[in-house]
């Protein structure tokens, strides 16, 4: 797996979900996405991307994706994530 590519590709996919509102979000609470991207060295990766409660009900939400490329990978997949309050404040940046 080329990490950078990964990574840059994880990056740019949570973009995606950055843009959403935080109601969209709540919307896929408990209901991991999924995709395959494929990088410019032609190899696939795939991609989940789970939101969770940060904290209590009504609070912040942990958008957390993570990509692999379905190798050893697999087991340690890279990780990013990022935490959207309830007043679309993005938290810790």
């Not at 939400?61 to 007043?87: E, H, M, N, T």
Request: charged share 25%.
């Amino acid at each position: 797996m080329d990490n950078g590519e990964a990574a840059a590709l994880l990056k740019d996919h949570l973009e995606g979900y950055r843009r959403r509102s935080y109601h969209a979000l709540v919307a896929l609470l408990g209901k991991p996405q999924v995709a395959e991207l494929r990088g410019a060295s032609d190899i696939t990766y795939q991609v989940e991307v789970g939101v969770h409660r940060d904290a209590r009900p009504g609070g912040a939400l942990r958008v957390l994706g993570s990509i692999d490329d379905g190798g050893w990978r697999a087991f340690s997949p890279l990780c990013d994530d990022f935490i959207l309050a309830p007043d679309g404040r993005f938290v810790g940046e």
